[in-house]
């Protein structure tokens, strides 16, 4: 026979504990801003970073939360967790950064997806990859939709990168199919916004700090090849609403801002925003640097009601604000 329970019990019963999140790659630029929106979403958030491209800087003002943790730890080591959901961001963005280690970034992307993907296995949790715009390499068809197959260089500069996301991509549909782990792939298009290091390498960043200094503006090649840059608030409502989706709903899904634009008008625009007098110089363009990308978004559209609705000029007020504050 069942025993009555004590108030203290029932209570207990009925008190629902916050799920229980973890971010890995939660200290690096997107992370952070995860983190902060699962915060608060009323999420329980264990934020796992090795700090190589990310800043503790980023979720100091996280640290006195009662409900964020942060554990350094590097994703190509194992770890164990009780979680519900596992957030996988873990790996070096910036072609900078995943180009001066390249067996790092393969490691961190192939053999950190393992390890998440065993934990999620393990403990039951929903895992989401942040998978990229890269596994479509230097594409043919544009804009690009998920049943494209991609034009990626294996053995190039960016291959660690570009293989290492595919690699993972095709991991997360083995333990789907073998040891039924619930997945979500979302494929992330360039991103933007506060908080990317001054030194990220990355286009927006690059151009922000050099207009504010008043250094050369480098573009790199002619600046005719594109880019569709989605703001970070948007992007990351993505993420949450595809972790959301129902449960048969796997993706990959395209998450990304379709407004396209080459990187000379970019470099123009930021000039005109941050009212700087610095001039443009052209530089080598780097190898297999791909020509043009746009997302086909209607699958995001249609299966998580998401969109971008922040437009470029808007959120690169919002980044050159940031970058200014921070001097
Ligand atoms: P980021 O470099 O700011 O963040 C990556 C974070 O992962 C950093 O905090 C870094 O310290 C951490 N990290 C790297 N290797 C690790 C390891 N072995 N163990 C633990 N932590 C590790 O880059 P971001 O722009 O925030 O990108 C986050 C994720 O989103 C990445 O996986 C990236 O591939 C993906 N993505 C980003 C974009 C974009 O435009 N921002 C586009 C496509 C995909
Ligand atoms: N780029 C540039 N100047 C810079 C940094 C990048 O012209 O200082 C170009 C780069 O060659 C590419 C585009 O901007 O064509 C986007 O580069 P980023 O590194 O931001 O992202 P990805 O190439 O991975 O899309």
Not at 134 to 146: A, L
């Amino acid at each position: 026979m069942t025993e009555p329970l004590s108030t203290d019990d029932a209570q207990a019963a009925t008190r629902a504990e916050p799920r229980r999140v973890l971010v890995a790659g939660g200290a690096g630029f997107l992370g952070s801003h995860l983190c902060e929106r699962l915060l608060d979403d009323g999420a329980s958030v264990v934020c796992v970073d090795d700090f190589s491209t990310g800043a503790r800087g980023n979720v100091a003002h996280l640290l006195a939360h009662s409900r964020f943790d942060l554990l350094p730890h590097d994703v190509c080591k194992p770890l164990d967790l009780a979680v519900d959901e596992i957030y996988n961001l873990a790996c070096p963005a910036s072609p900078v950064h995943y180009q001066r280690d390249p067996l790092q970034t393969t490691r961190t992307s192939v053999l950190g997806a393992m390890h998440l993907l065993e934990l999620a296995r393990r403990s039951g949790a929903r895992i989401l990859q942040a998978s990229t715009s890269e596994v479509y390499g230097d594409p043919e068809v544009h804009p690009q939709p998920e049943g494209y197959w991609g034009r990626v260089n294996p053995i190039g500069i960016r291959s660690c990168y570009d293989e290492g996301k595919r690699c993972a991509e095709s991991l997360f549909f083995d333990y789907h199919r073998q040891h039924g782990v619930r997945i979500k792939v979302a494929r992330i298009f360039n991103t933007y916004g506060p908080r990317m290091q001054p030194d990220d390498g990355r286009v927006v960043s690059n151009f922000i700090v050099q207009a504010l200094r008043g250094e050369p503006l480098t573009v790199y090649g002619s600046g005719t090849q594109t880019r569709s840059f989605c703001y970070v608030s948007d992007l990351v409502e993505g993420l949450v609403a595809l972790m959301a989706s129902a449960e048969g709903f796997t993706g990959p899904v395209n998450l990304g801002n379709p407004d396209e634009i080459t990187i000379g008008a970019l470099a123009g625009q930021v000039l005109r925003l941050t009212g700087s007098g610095a001039v443009i110089e052209h530089r080598p363009l780097p190898g297999d640097d791909p020509a043009q990308r746009r997302p086909d978004i209607r699958l995001a559209e249609q299966q998580l009601g998401w969109a971008p609705r922040i437009p470029l000029e808007d959120g690169l007020r919002k980044t050159i604000g940031f970058f200014r504050a921070s001097g």
